[in-house]
């Protein structure tokens, strides 16, 4: 799930500067108009240019992807949607649209001279496509936001088509530079959207997302190849425009079959995930308390001890056991019972760092594993959570039956010594703190060893509670 997080927090990212990229080709022809280069907006010579409000819809759009406010980006949407429909409209007289053009002299000079400078057909929709998935991506429309600027990455996909077969059928009015601007501006408002919809399931980590990518990277190649080798080995039997056809029509279709698949393969797949973490939490957690069980406390035990074997940090272990909880059931019965359990699991888990470890071994115990403590550090903390729990009160058992109170017995891993082992003497010191009286807090020493070699009893230091 992190690589899917990764990937999508990527793309998200990348739309500002693929956004940033298209305004800066746009300036630069702009900047062409402005100081008469024309290789700056017509890239190809004798070829199409690109056209000024082609240029200042580009920026507008710029703007709307990468400004921070949801206002300012709409209304430059809105602005960029409203030149391409003046564009794309012919009942509306474009008289107005020649009106607003920048360096309007400029092109109709190259136009008298029957050079192509217009905003194509092809282009002003693909804008306006671009503009419409702008909007619906500020206004959290997700699955039109992405439709909407896949869709206009197939403008420039065919002039692609027509430049590389040498089709100009294809590109029109559409010049290398706009197709050039086009394409990273599509993906950067569709990228806006990454985190929701059909772009997270082709983007997710599991084999779903790993092979719609597959899919799409090969329905793009392989067609495309294909068509060129036919142009080039048969092209010269007749019009070779039906090949160019063929290559789009095959691509696109495999694009949105692929993505569309891959939504429903997200989606189961998506329960199938949700499952197996249920599943996993349920064999790890204490349905009762949600502290970790036995079998997942002794695997994270395991860890840390392989991490102790490492490192060399302290690693401390904390068992206690609620004082005289037999009869606590016999008297307020199981429901209160439970309700101390489960107020007791609730303190210990509010009362230890992220790294720390509570878990439930069964019945009334618990323990608690404390990475980088030391002796001092363990017994600080346990005496804390006695005082803490001796402080709680549950009506209507403290006011009859006496304060809650709980046992403590704690060890800190030695060199070359198990887990086995510091449970071992956690335990002898719980064991040790209930025939002392209860409410306390012991401490097992480290094992010294007699004249002979052999092991002695663990020395106790014990830490009273006040009763």
């Not at 495309?224 to 048969?234: E, M, N, Q, R, S």
């Not at 429901?335 to 699991?345: C, E, M, S």
């Amino acid at each position: 799930m992190l690589n899917g997080i990764v990937n999508v927090r990527v793309v998200i990212a990348a739309s500002r500067p693929l956004a940033l990229a298209s305004g800066a080709f746009a300036l630069v022809g702009l900047g062409g108009y402005a100081f008469s280069i024309e290789d700056l907006y017509r890239p190809i010579e004798g070829g199409p240019a690109s056209h000024p409000m082609t240029l200042l819809v580009v920026l507008l759009l710029t703007m709307a992807v990468t400004t921070r406010s949801k206002r300012g980006g709409m209304a430059a949407a809105v602005a960029a949607l409203a030149i391409c429909l003046l564009r794309v409209f012919p009942a509306i007289p474009q008289d107005y649209f020649e009106a607003l053009t920048p360096f309007g002299a400029i092109v109709r000079n190259e136009l008298a001279l029957g050079q192509k400078n217009a905003m194509g057909v092809n282009t002003a929709f693909m804008l306006l496509l671009i503009s419409l998935a702008a909007l619906s991506g500020r206004s959290r429309q997700t699955k039109r936001s992405q439709t909407l600027a896949f869709l206009s990455l197939a403008f420039p996909s065919v002039a692609i088509t027509g430049y590389a077969y040498d089709l100009p059928k294809f590109y029109g009015q559409m010049s290398l530079s706009t197709l050039t601007m086009g394409i990273p501006l599509g993906l950067a408002v569709a990228g806006m959207t990454a985190n929701r919809g059909m772009l997270r399931a082709v983007l997710s980590p599991h084999i779903t997302g790993r092979i719609s990518r597959i899919q799409i990277f090969l329905g793009l190649l392989v067609p495309f190849a294909i068509g060129y080798l036919l142009i080039k080995t048969v092209g010269h039997i007749g019009d070779t425009s039906m090949f160019g056809v063929f290559v789009i029509v095959v691509s696109w279709f495999i694009i949105f079959l692929v993505s569309f698949a891959s939504v429903i393969h997200e989606r189961v797949d998506h329960a199938r995930r949700l499952h197996e973490r249920l599943l996993e939490r349920s064999a790890s957690i204490d349905p009762l308390t949600g502290l970790f069980n036995r079998r997942k406390f002794d695997v994270l035990c395991q860890q840390e001890e392989a991490r102790f074997c490492r490192s060399g940090q302290p690693l401390s272990l904390i068992v206690l056991d609620i004082d005289h909880f037999k009869r606590v059931n016999d008297t307020g019965g199981h429901p209160v019972g439970d309700f101390v359990l489960k107020t007791v699991a609730r303190l210990l888990g509010d009362h230890v760092r992220s790294v720390d470890a509570v878990g439930r071994l069964g019945g009334e115990e618990f323990a608690i594993l404390l990475p980088n403590t030391d002796e001092s550090g363990v017994v600080y903390k346990a005496e804390s959570l006695r005082r803490l729990i001796e402080s709680l009160h549950f009506d209507p058992w403290s006011g009859h039956d006496g304060q809650i109170t709980a046992s403590f017995g704690c060890a800190t891993l030695m060199k070359e010594e198990t887990v086995p082992a510091i449970f071992e003497r956690a335990d002898a010191a719980l064991y040790s703190a209930k025939e002392k009286g209860r409410n306390q807090v012991i401490l097992s020493a480290s094992v010294q060893e007699t004249d002979t070699g052999q092991a002695q009893e663990p020395l106790e230091e014990v830490k009273s509670g006040e009763r």
